[in-house]
């Protein structure tokens, strides 16, 4: 099993473009979440998905959008990348109330 | 270079020490808790988790403590070795929300 896979490591966006942070899990896990990790401010809860279809917002949605079209792949989109937005992202995966496996993170830079 | 956790709480201690990492919890009504480790670069690593039903749970050289009056969670490390040294993060988990929310976390440094 690979796990929880993120593409790509690394990424500088200016201003203004949009990209998708690409997460597969192949655990066949229900739940899948996003967060994003700046210095000093631990893990934030961007989007979460129960199941494929349904997604929720989580602490600082704003900005950025999820779908759950397959159990495997949660995208994470920037509409329009702003500074603010420069994080290191994780995505993780785990089933209901248990362990959560984390991807290895995205390291994004917005100029 | 690992730019988080540069203003995180830093707990030293010297090698072969026991540790002890502290977590207050927001939500009152969070019946499910877990430790992460964080070490430079990589992503957070499931160390041990605890259901409000319980008190203490031990694992292999670590024991997590739940004091719900007060919401906090401990976490003891026992024997403390240079491959402890990393950021420690509780998470609880909101009920009916399937969310589970971060602390800010604590830098565990080991000393030689």
């Known amino acids: 099993n690979a796990g929880v896979t993120q593409t790509p490591k690394f990424q500088v966006l200016k201003t203004g473009q949009s990209m998708t942070l690409q997460c597969a899990q192949d655990?066949?896990?229900?739940?899948m979440s996003w967060y994003r990790q700046d210095p000093g401010m631990g893990l934030r809860l961007i989007h979460y998905?129960?199941?494929?279809?349904?997604?929720d917002q989580g602490e600082v949605p704003n900005g950025y959008n999820v779908s759950r079209s397959t159990t495997e792949d949660f995208p994470l989109r920037l509409l329009s990348a702003a500074p603010s937005q420069t994080s290191v992202y994780f995505c993780?995966?785990?089933?209901?109330?248990?362990?959560?496996?984390f991807g290895p993170g995205t390291r994004l830079t917005v100029t | 270079g690992e730019s988080v956790g540069l203003h995180l709480p830093t707990l030293s201690v010297q090698e072969g020490d026991n540790s002890i990492i502290n977590c207050a919890y927001s939500?009152?009504?969070?019946?499910?808790f877990i430790w992460y480790k964080q070490e430079s670069g990589k992503g957070p690593q499931f160390i041990i988790d605890?259901?409000?039903?319980?008190d203490k749970r031990q694992g292999q050289r670590v024991t997590v403590l739940l004091n719900k009056t007060v919401k906090h969670l401990s976490l003891q490390i026992a024997a403390t070795q240079p491959g402890d040294s990393a950021v420690y993060f509780c998470?609880?988990?909101?009920?009916?929300?399937?969310?589970?929310?971060f602390g800010t976390g604590t830098r565990l440094k080991v000393l030689a």
């Open positions: 993780a995966s785990r089933e209901r109330q248990n362990e959560q496996y």
């Open positions: 655990m066949n896990h229900e739940y």
């Open positions: 998905s129960v199941g494929a279809g349904i997604t």
């Open positions: 939500n009152s009504a969070s019946d499910y």
């Open positions: 605890i259901r409000s039903n319980m």
């Open positions: 998470a609880e988990n909101w009920p009916g929300t399937y969310k589970y929310i």
